[in-house]
Structure formats: structure tokens, C-alpha cells
Nanobody, 117 residues
Framework: QVQLVESGGGLVQAGGSLRLSCAASRSIFSYYTMGWYRQAPGKQRELVAT???????NYADSVKGRFTISRDNAKNTLYLQMHTLKPEDTAVYYC???????????WGQGTQVTVSS
């Protein structure tokens, strides 16, 4: 089992920045693809960004150039640095860990990000 705990959400004005963190209960980054997803009210959960065990990153088109996913292996912590936030970025952001070959997947509890116009 892996526990994922997000933090760093909050209320920010449009154009502002936030950094989300996701602390994993044990060292998994060498084996799991880590990701950030978000879910806005009335909408489906969507991919924001992922980082593979090898360090390759992928971003949704809507956040490219504004968000950066990274990780600190020593701290077992995943980050999402968000700049130039827009009201449409308002959502609950979830941390995800996935290891397809072992059919293993874990989710955090989510952290709310609200961007005011």
C-alpha cells in the first residue's frame, strides 16, 4: 500500500502562483509513474501532468508552459508548480501513483485550488 498526501492548495488571484506537494508514504518514484489530475465541479477528472520513473514528463495542453511537475526522490515528494493561474484552473487536484505492470494505482485525497478573477 501507498499513501499519498497532498498539500499546498488554496485561494489565489488570477495570474498568481501556487505549488502543490504530494508526500508518498514510501519510496516509489523509481517504479511508479506519478501524476497530477484535477476535477472541477460538474466535470470529469482530467490529467494535468505526469512524470515517469525515468523522468519523462507530459502535460495537458491547457497547462503547458504554466505548470511544472517535478519530484524530490530523497523526500518522496511530488510537486506541481503552477504559474499564471486562471479561473479555469479551479479544481480539486489529486496526486496519483500508477504502476501498470503490477496493476497498482493509488490516489491522494485531493487539495482544493481556487483561482479568483
Amino acid at each position: 500500500q501507498v499513501q499519498l498526501v497532498e498539500s499546498g492548495g488554496g485561494l489565489v488571484q488570477a495570474g498568481g502562483s501556487l505549488r502543490l506537494s504530494c508526500a508518498a508514504s514510501r519510496s516509489i518514484f523509481s517504479y511508479y509513474t506519478m501524476g497530477w489530475y484535477r476535477q472541477a465541479p460538474g466535470k470529469q477528472r482530467e490529467l494535468v501532468a505526469t512524470i515517469t520513473s525515468g523522468g519523462s514528463t507530459n502535460y495537458a495542453d491547457s497547462v503547458k508552459g504554466r505548470f511544472t511537475i517535478s519530484r524530490d526522490n530523497a523526500k518522496n515528494t511530488l510537486y506541481l508548480q503552477m504559474h499564471t493561474l486562471k479561473p479555469e484552473d479551479t479544481a480539486v487536484y489529486y496526486c496519483n501513483a500508477r504502476r501498470i505492470a503490477y496493476n497498482a494505482e493509488y490516489w491522494g485525497q485531493g487539495t482544493q485550488v481556487t483561482v479568483s478573477s
